[in-house]
């Protein structure tokens, strides 16, 4: 199962708690046979309404012109997901109404279609859907949650590339140097427009990031940006290390105190609780 079909899962289950859902793996071939597109089409049955919520995961929606071939093939891709398990539901130990069975649930009108990020404009998605009159709810994950900057030292940059990929795959917009500095930008530039132009900066506070000169600029400017908008919080300390508890002694004292005093995550690549710091993190960017 894909990162992006885990988390449509975990949406339909927050928007109906008690609903078990049914997803499977649906593939298009090109003329040649080869693989065009993977998607995730996916049915919350939900017994406390009696509604089942179809829904469709699919990465970079639209950027593959795969818009009328999805739409045209909603009718078979759910009929054969729907047909392949029968369940009857009820509660025999405080029985507040009739018993349901999957067959007797309806379809809610619209199909949710859930995407880490939208390629193309929502009128033209509605549209192609139009035209199968199929009324449908556009999710992106990229509109969930607040964009992230990672401060760091280049030497935590093998770590911290890691740590990137597992917040990006929580549906999470980050600006991670290697991966979006362009050629030519002026450091003290992105510097600036990072700690300013996001809603909240991710900073780790290892040995080898705390003793940067660029790292501790950019706390200075998260901190007076904090102070400007009121005492908003918008640094998130992390480490890799035990540097940031006891060594660490800035030449502004003020800054290890105000660094200290928030909760600092700490995250070891490979270790067992990694997945469920990031899960932290990514409730705290929602």
Not at 150 to 175: C, H, L, M, Q, R
Request: glycine share 6%; aromatic share 6%.
């Amino acid at each position: 199962m894909s990162d992006l079909c885990k988390n449509a899962v975990a949406f339909l289950q927050k928007r109906f708690p008690v609903a078990s859902v049914l997803n499977h793996e649906s593939i298009f071939s090109d003329a040649h046979g080869n693989e065009a597109l993977r998607i995730w089409p996916m049915i919350a049955q939900d017994s406390q309404s009696g509604m089942k919520q179809r829904a469709i995961a699919i990465e970079s929606l639209g950027s593959k012109g795969e818009i009328y071939a999805v739409a045209q093939s909603m009718d078979k891709i759910f009929s054969e997901l729907d047909s392949s398990v029968y369940v009857r539901i009820g509660n025999s130990l405080k029985p507040t109404g009739h018993e349901i069975d999957t067959n007797q649930m309806v379809f809610a009108p619209r199909v949710v279609l859930y995407t880490n990020k939208l390629c193309i404009p929502r009128e033209t998605v509605i549209q192609a859907f139009n035209s199968v009159k199929t009324l449908i709810d556009i999710v992106d994950e990229s509109e969930m949650h607040k964009t992230l900057f990672i401060s760091y030292g280049g030497p935590d940059e093998p770590a911290v590339t890691e740590i990137n990929k597992k917040i990006k795959s929580k549906g999470i917009k980050t600006w991670f140097f290697p991966d979006d500095a362009n050629p030519g930008d002026k450091l003290h530039r992105m510097m600036h427009d990072g700690v300013n132009n996001h809603d909240r900066v991710l900073l780790v506070c290892s040995k080898e990031s705390l003793t940067r000169p660029g790292v501790l600029n950019e706390i200075e400017r998260v901190l007076e940006r904090e102070a400007k908008e009121g005492g908003t919080e918008i640094l998130i300390p992390i480490t890799l290390d035990d540097f940031v508890y006891g060594d660490w002694a800035p030449s502004r004292g003020d800054i290890a105190e105000q660094i200290r005093s928030r909760v600092i995550i700490k995250l070891e690549i490979g270790s067992d609780q990694i997945g469920s710091s990031i899960e932290k993190l990514a409730k705290v960017l929602k």
